[in-house]
């Protein structure tokens, strides 16, 4: 399904329904490890547990696409030995997953600019999209090196190569986002306490229902997974409309 701006209540699930695309900012594992006088990279190592978590809980509530800020575009600023230790979890994950997400029929896919990543993260991410291209009960998204910004700027760029002089319509549009063919994120959850969108999916959660959970990202269990969806459901998605449209059109 291809989401459509200004997103049509037509394109939304309907409410009461699970939603179709959750993406979550995974906050706190620093802090997590600071308060336990661990590194932050233990804090990132005992992350990839609450990431385990929350895929296999999605996976099991019929979302169909779960895509989760894993290391953004401003993240390049850290320490060199943070990153380096980031890149490495990365490459120790993908190869320690692949085989049960291949086995539950999970798609992965990553997005952002991996061009500057080692050699070898660039080699698992490439062999493990080509490995789970054909699974359907869930695709996986994993935003590293990812920045909404950069997202719209460089689906503009496509754009302008593609299709030089045409005005860019909002549906065609978005076949050019790395997102191109997912639908549009019903609920933005970020945990660690902020709130804020830190530069994550900025064109595709214009109409997300947004979600902050206190815990930090390692200590989330699935009870608060399962929180954040009831939360979801009792919420009135309008889509611009008033109340009472939004009711009938639900109906
Ligand atoms: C999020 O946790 C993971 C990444 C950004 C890679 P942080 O590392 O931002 O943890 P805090 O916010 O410092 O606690
Ligand atoms: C957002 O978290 C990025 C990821 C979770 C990968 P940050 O910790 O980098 O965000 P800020 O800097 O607090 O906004
Ligand atoms: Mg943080």
């Keep these: 399904m291809s989401a459509s701006a200004p997103q049509s209540a037509d394109a939304a699930p309907a409410a009461g329904r699970a939603p179709a695309h959750v993406a979550i900012i995974m906050d706190g594992n620093g802090r997590w490890a600071h308060a336990r006088g661990l590194s932050r990279s233990e804090g ?19 979302v169909r696409a779960l895509t989760l800020f894993a290391f953004s575009s401003e993240n390049w600023q850290r320490p060199q030995s943070e990153v380096d230790a980031l890149f490495d979890l990365f490459v120790t994950a993908i190869e320690a997953e692949l085989p049960e997400l291949s086995e539950k029929g999970i798609r992965l896919r990553f997005i952002g600019e991996r061009a500057d990543f080692p050699q070898p993260l660039q080699q698992r991410m490439a062999e493990a999209e080509a490995a789970t291209a054909e699974n359907e009960v869930m695709t996986l998204v994993v935003a590293l090196g990812y920045g909404g ?103």
């Design 44 to 62: 990132h190592r005992e992350g990839l547990k609450a990431t385990r978590r929350a895929v296999e809980f999605f996976a099991n509530r019929g």
């Design 149 to 251: 910004r950069w997202d719209i700027l460089q689906a503009a760029q496509r754009w302008l190569r593609d299709s030089p002089g045409d005005a860019p319509d909002p549906e065609r549009f978005e076949d050019y986002l790395s997102t191109a063919g997912l639908p549009p994120v019903d609920m933005l959850i970020r945990t660690g306490g902020e709130q804020r969108i830190s530069n994550f999916l900025l064109w595709q959660s214009a109409y997300a229902e947004l979600v902050f959970l206190d815990a930090l990202w390692p200590d989330v269990t699935e009870q608060e997974l399962s929180g954040t969806l009831e939360t979801y459901l009792k919420r009135q998605r309008r889509f611009g409309r008033t109340p009472h449209q939004a009711e009938a059109g639900n109906a």
